[in-house]
């Protein structure tokens, strides 16, 4: 099930699906205006929201909080 952007919190983990690109990241703060400063897992960059939905969002668009166990 597809989130929102506006259910983002600080410090949870979260899984992108847009334009083929799976991106894993943390959220590190919000900026304001629906974007946010993030962190990816795997790579550690750093980057913003804007720059992962920059040139729309997709068909198969997908936005999910990772669950811990």
Same mark, same amino acid.
């Given at each position: ?8 919190? *600080?410090? &949870? ?8 690109? *799976? ?15 993030? &962190?990816?897992?795997? *790579?550690?960059? &750093? ?5 992962? *939905?920059?040139?729309?969002?997709? &068909? ?10």
């Amino acid at each position: 099930m597809s989130i929102s952007p506006n259910v983002f919190r *600080t410090g &949870k983990k979260y899984r992108l699906i847009n334009h083929g690109d *799976t991106y894993e990241f943390i959220v590190e703060s919000f900026i304001g205006e629906n974007d946010y400063h993030l &962190k990816d897992i795997h *790579t550690l960059e &750093k980057y913003y929201f804007s720059d992962l *939905t920059r040139y729309g969002r997709s &068909k198969e668009f997908l936005l999910e909080e990772l669950i811990e166990e």
